[in-house]
């Protein structure tokens, strides 16, 4: 049962922290300098920034 609880937990934290990103923005994230209209940064997706795993 407290697997279950925990699970629950965990999952409700997720979806809590999901539900506070935004898909778009009209400031940058670190500086909150507000973005223009031609700022490349509006274009963007997360899979931009996808780094790929070192390899061993």
């Known amino acids: 049962m407290k697997q279950k609880t ?3 937990l965990v999952l409700a934290a997720s ?3 999901l ?3 935004e898909k ?3 400031s940058y994230p670190i500086s909150g300098e507000q973005c223009g ?3 490349p940064v509006q274009t963007l997706d997360a ?3 996808y780094t790929p ?3 061993n």
């Open 24 to 26: 778009t923005a009209d």
């Open 37 to 39: 209209p031609e700022d």
């Open 15 to 17: 979806v809590a922290a």
């Open 47 to 49: 899979n931009d920034c």
């Open 19 to 21: 539900s506070a990103c």
């Open 6 to 8: 925990w699970i629950a």
């Open 53 to 55: 795993p070192p390899v």
